[in-house]
C-alpha cells in the first residue's frame, strides 16, 4: 500500500525561495505537516472500519432473513 508523505525540507526550502523567513517557514511547514498526519487514515483506523462494516453486513443479512422466514409463514398459514 502506498503511503503519503510530506518533504518538510522541500516544502521550507520552497518557502524560503518566495521570501519567507527560515523561522516562518519551518513553522508553517510544522502545520502542514501535523494537519496531513492528523487527517491519515491508519491500519488500525481502517481495521476498525472493516469491522464495523462486517457487524452491519451481517446484521443485515441477518434481519433479511428473518423477515423472509417470517413472510414464508405468514404465507404458509394464508395457503
Avoid at 31 to 50: F, I, N, P
Avoid at 55 to 64: E, F, S
Amino acid at each position: 500500500m502506498a503511503s503519503a508523505t510530506f518533504d518538510t525540507h522541500k516544502a521550507v526550502k520552497a518557502l524560503i525561495g518566495a521570501g519567507i523567513g527560515e523561522r516562518e517557514a519551518e513553522a508553517i511547514t510544522d502545520t502542514v505537516r501535523d494537519a496531513v498526519a492528523e487527517s491519515m487514515a491508519t491500519k488500525a483506523d481502517l481495521a476498525g472500519l472493516e469491522v464495523r462494516l462486517t457487524r452491519l453486513v451481517l446484521g443485515t443479512a441477518v434481519a433479511i432473513v428473518a423477515a423472509n422466514a417470517a413472510l414464508t409463514v405468514a404465507l404458509l398459514k394464508l395457503l
